[in-house]
């Protein structure tokens, strides 16, 4: 089995494939301060409810765009599962030319979502994460990362009309019955809910216009299936995204000496 984990801002996400197949994915809060052996009794814990052993794990893959947790989840994984990750950085084949000025300035999680969608959706394809920050990321059609676009996320958006106002309070971020919100809450859901599908809207316009006029749009993270049932332009959803990108990096690099010896 093949252990894979992306590292977010927010949430760190883990799946374990079994012979190519996704076999348990699980969410857990990113917290910088969490050491080896907590990280390692949480997940141990989870494998146990699905009746997944640690030695069945026999690879690791991992991403990460928080930088102090690399070595965290580096340790934990020589110390629990005898394995030594394969990490995704500069030097390991990923099969995308990075078309920026500045490649290792693109985060991983977002070269692992473009070796994904290019595989399941081909090219060219739109990919849009909705998760601490809202990301739009371009693939040509022979699989190149062109660039893209940052947003603050839709949590960020909400928690600082919170607290960087006096009176408006937390909202639950669900579907508006109507754009013309009748109080504050329904105001403040119409404008953050209708107004980021607005925001997803134009953005896939412009960078379809860059592309040529065409391109598969695709959708994952946190708040993907939210958004995506408040706009016509997002035609897929997947929250795999990243695992399925990892797994397949992994199968391309198959390193033999991940295992460490006793």
Sequence with gaps: MLLAIDIGNSNITIGVFDDGKLKATWRIATDVHRMPDE??????????????????????????????????FEEMCRRYVKIRPLLVEAGVKTGVRICMDNPKEVGADRIVNAVAAHHLYGGPVIIIDLGTATTFDAVSEQGDYLGG???????????????????????????????????????????????YASLIEGMVARIKRELGGKAKVVATGGYAELMARETPVIEAVNLDLTLVGLRLIYEMNKAKDQVISP
């Design 149 to 195: 676009a940052i947003a603050p996320g839709v949590a960020i958006a909400t928690e600082a009309l919170f607290s960087r106002t006096a009176v408006l309070p937390r909202v639950e971020l669900t579907h508006p019955r109507r754009a013309i919100g009748r109080n504050t809450v329904a105001a403040m859901q119409s404008g953050i809910v209708f107004g």
């Design 39 to 72: 990280y390692a009794s949480l997940i141990l814990g989870l494998f146990e409810r699905q009746n997944i052993t640690i030695s069945q794990i026999k690879d690791a893959i991992l991403c990460s765009v928080v930088p102090p947790l690399v070595g965290v």
